[in-house]
């Protein structure tokens, strides 16, 4: 069955940085696109970034442009997000989603499954 | 501030009928790019709930259907039941902003 498990959130200061891994498993993960989406506590959902199923194109939203990198390594499985210059309001439930290939059929852009987030506070 | 807008909240009685609306602009559901919903319960993921503006998933319930009409979406539960008690997503793509787009979310609430 499809899998994906976040890992690397925590307790982070002001200005430093963090990793975030996401383990797929149950699929071929080289066919999808994947995202990052975060959730400020008792917020809505906020996409963060996608990264295209061959790693060539890379999207963000603006409020973490220049500052957060997403990236993907087919041989592992797994999906990364870099996050650098951390602000308070960075503080979140991190998660990763797939995004079907067109030839499922599944419209542009959809999330078909998502793992079950990890937390980053940014807090001094 | 979400350029996808739904209501805050939503309610209705077991077995009533209630739509969550979601309005975009000619950039993001007006282009033609697909709405998809998403249902998360309390201290859960969300989940895919609709695809595509109307196809549901393998295990979602037809009580559960979309539709889609120019700028807007709508997203409609019938014979509502306890456990549909959740907040609600809709989301699209938006060809201005090259991203991903999610609605505010809208809480239902079963009276």
């Known amino acids: 069955q499809v899998q994906l498990v976040e890992s690397g959130g925590g307790v982070v200061q002001p200005g430093r940085s963090l990793r975030l891994s996401c383990a797929a498993s149950?699929?071929?993960?080289?066919?999808?696109?994947m995202h990052w989406v975060r959730q400020a506590p008792g917020k809505g959902l906020e996409w963060v970034a996608i990264v295209w199923s061959d790693g060539s194109h890379k999207y963000y939203a603006d409020s973490v442009k220049g500052r957060f990198t997403i990236s993907r390594d087919s041989s592992k499985n797994t999906l990364y997000l870099q996050m650098n210059s951390l602000r308070a309001e960075d503080t979140a439930v991190y998660y990763c989603?797939?995004?079907?290939?067109?030839?499922?059929?599944?419209?542009?852009?959809?999330?078909?499954?998502w793992g079950q987030g990890t937390l980053v506070t940014v807090s001094s | 501030q979400s350029v996808l807008t739904q209501p805050p909240s939503v309610s209705g009685a077991p077995g009533q009928r209630v739509t969550i609306s979601c309005t975009g602009s000619?950039?993001?559901?007006?282009?033609?790019?697909?709405v998809h919903w998403y249902q998360q319960l309390p201290r859960t993921a969300p989940k895919l709930l609709i695809y595509g503006n109307s196809n549901r998933p393998s295990g979602v319930p037809d009580r559960f259907s979309g539709s889609k009409s120019g700028t807007s979406a709508s997203l409609a539960i019938t014979g509502l039941q306890a456990e549909d008690e959740a907040d609600y997503y809709c989301q699209s793509y938006d060809s201005s902003l090259s991203g991903v787009l999610f609605g505010g979310g809208t809480k239902l609430t079963v009276l």
């Open positions: 989603a797939r995004d079907p290939p067109p030839s499922d059929d599944y419209g542009d852009y959809s999330l078909d499954y």
């Open positions: 149950g699929f071929t993960f080289s066919r999808f696109a």
């Open positions: 000619g950039s993001n559901i007006g282009a033609g790019h697909d």
